[in-house]
């Protein structure tokens, strides 16, 4: 809505310290990231060529508010009145800016190592958990993936990686679309990502 635009100018520009554009830095100063185990990925997804919906591939060096925009986009809720080809292409939207998070070297796939990453950066905080044990966590993960997108491997059969479809199909029945989405709380600028 227009209500929203005007929230998230105003976040933008206090972000941007009253600049036109944001850069990476500019992301130090939310509280709400500082601790999250992700933080680089969540920040680099902002400058993502591809989810800017440029077609040339790697990291802007920053970003203005239209193209602050179009990533906050990706955390629209849902409406009510779209129907099933909507909802479609609006699922497929925000799992491909799922997808671009884990595929770091955006070559379309996510390998076993890119997903190894992403599950020891998520583990990193539990004092409890061995490096091992987050890389078995992944390596398991990645087994299921397989089984779920390939199904029964030959024995010399190695699974590349997870393609787009596959990550759609390993999302299939969660409810992506309430999930990941923005909530403003108030009338203050600071949108909630959840």
């Known amino acids: 809505t227009s209500e929203q635009i005007e929230h998230l100018h105003r976040r933008f520009k206090q972000l941007s310290r009253d600049q036109l554009t944001i850069r990476k830095e500019n992301f130090d100063s939310i509280p709400d990231l500082e601790f999250n185990p992700i933080r680089g990925k969540i920040v680099d997804a902002f400058f993502d060529k591809r989810n800017l919906r440029q077609e040339s591939d790697g990291l802007a060096d920053e970003i203005n508010f239209e193209d602050f925009l179009t990533i906050m986009s990706y955390f629209r809720p849902i409406e009510m009145n779209m129907d099933e080809e909507q909802l479609d292409r609006f699922r497929k939207e925000k799992l491909k800016f799922l997808f671009h998070m884990y595929d770091s070297d955006h070559d379309g796939k996510i390998t076993l190592q890119e997903y190894r990453n992403v599950v ?52 299939q029945g969660i409810d992506i679309e309430t999930k990941m989405h923005v909530r403003f709380l108030n009338m203050e600028p600071i949108a909630h990502c959840y």
């Open 120 to 171: 020891e950066e998520l583990l990193s905080g539990n004092p409890h958990l061995e490096k091992e044990s987050a890389r078995s966590i992944a390596d398991g993960a990645m087994m299921e993936a397989a089984s779920i997108c390939v199904g029964q491997m030959g024995p010399d059969q190695v699974y590349e990686g997870i393609t787009f479809e596959d990550f759609l199909k390993m999302w």
